[in-house]
């Protein structure tokens, strides 16, 4: 079975400043899928951004990039220029190709401060 | 936009009582899922539901039902509440085009006293 673990439970950032979420999995499927929600306080759950892992790229979008290492079963999630509104609990998640079933980490919770 | 919807949003109820948890999509997507959320364990998969005479039970399925009345409608139902089943509830859906991004409704906060 899946797991994915996030070790850090709580985290902390000045605004403008850049932040690195961790997030480790295991599972002896080759091809998969990665992802990073994010909970803001209104509890809902929005998708930031996604990896595929025969993509050896990482993923950007905006001021969310991700490290994806796939040997090392690896995937942090890095904030840059940090906005009070990134203020949320992150969640990382792992989905097998074929059985779309999401595999959650017990999430990081991140305040950016003034 | 409200493309997953759920209903209630808040719900509090007493041990031993049955409710149902609704959620609506209007998406077009195929496959629903029920997930719950608790703090330090991250969202947990109750049910799931490829199409609608395709229902698969998820890793934390006893105490729950599902029914899928509609390639739409997908509720989550428990038979006789217990306190240990306060949590907050999501409704999720997915394309089947193997990229598996899920798209979440809003959460029901369901406390059983």
């Known amino acids: 079975a899946q797991t994915v673990t996030q070790s850090q439970p709580e985290m902390s950032v000045q605004e403008a400043e850049t932040v690195t979420l961790s997030c480790t999995y295991d599972?002896?499927?080759?091809?998969?899928?990665l992802f990073w929600y994010k909970q803001p306080p209104s509890r809902q759950m929005i998708l930031v951004i996604r990896?595929?892992?025969?993509?050896?790229q990482n993923a950007t979008e905006n001021r969310f990039s991700v490290n994806f290492q796939k040997a090392a079963k690896s995937f942090s999630l890095k904030i840059s220029d940090s906005q009070l509104g990134d203020t949320a609990m992150y969640f990382c998640?792992?989905?097998?190709?074929?059985?779309?079933?999401?595999?959650f980490g017990e999430g990081t919770q991140l305040t950016v401060n003034p | 936009d409200a493309d997953v919807t759920q209903t209630p949003r808040n719900r509090i109820t007493k041990t031993g009582k049955r409710i149902m948890l609704e959620c609506s999509q209007t998406?077009?997507?195929?496959?629903m899922y029920w997930y719950r959320q608790d703090p330090g364990l991250g969202l947990r998969l109750i049910y799931y539901?490829?199409?609608?005479?395709?229902?698969n039970k998820g890793e934390i399925s006893d105490g729950y039902s599902v029914s899928r009345q509609a390639q739409a409608k997908f509720s989550l139902s428990l038979e006789s509440a217990i306190p240990n089943q306060t949590a907050l509830y999501f409704c999720?859906?997915?394309?089947?085009?193997?990229?598996?991004?899920?798209?979440f409704g809003p959460g029901t906060r369901l406390t059983v006293l």
């Open positions: 599972t002896s499927e080759s091809n998969y899928y």
């Open positions: 999720a859906t997915s394309e089947p085009t193997g990229t598996d991004t899920q798209y």
């Open positions: 990896q595929e892992a025969y993509k050896q």
């Open positions: 539901s490829f199409d609608v005479k395709d229902i």
């Open positions: 998640a792992f989905a097998e190709t074929s059985g779309s079933r999401l595999t």
């Open positions: 998406k077009g997507h195929d496959r």
